[in-house]
């Protein structure tokens, strides 16, 4: 029979991390706390500072996908006895515009139910 010989253990020394066998038989020591050395930390707060300037610059030239109100100019009218709404926006419409389309846009800017108006009313109507 052989003699196992053994050192004795070193005072003050740190104990020796266990070891387990993977699968295949090697060695696998268990993972090491992460340690970031200076370096390392200015890398890190670089780059959520680079991030966050990014994203705030992508918030500030963010740019709304939609209708595009336009001001129109308008004047009020004061609307006489007998005049009618399709009288109104004949008189308004440009050459070649449609009378209809123009009679719904006042009905539109004057938040009107129907077409029918009352002496005495003030509506808006677009200039030009």
């Not at 066998?21 to 680079?50: I, N, S």
């Not at 419409?93 to 719904?104: F, K």
């Amino acid at each position: 029979m052989g003699a196992t010989v053994m050192a004795p253990a070193l005072r003050g020394a740190a104990p020796r991390p266990r070891r387990d066998a993977d699968r295949r038989g090697g060695v696998v020591e268990p993972p090491r706390p992460l340690r970031l050395t200076r370096r390392g930390r200015a890398v890190v707060w670089g780059l959520g500072a680079a991030l966050a300037v990014a994203v705030g610059g992508a918030a500030l030239s963010a740019q709304a996908d939609g209708p595009v109100s336009r001001a129109v100019e308008v004047q009020r009218v004061v609307v006489a006895s007998g005049d009618t709404l399709w009288g109104i926006a004949a008189e308004v419409a440009a050459p070649g515009e449609d009378v209809r389309d123009v009679v719904l846009r006042l009905m539109e800017l004057n938040r009107l139910p129907s077409g029918g108006l009352q002496a005495g009313q003030t509506i808006v109507v677009p200039v030009g």
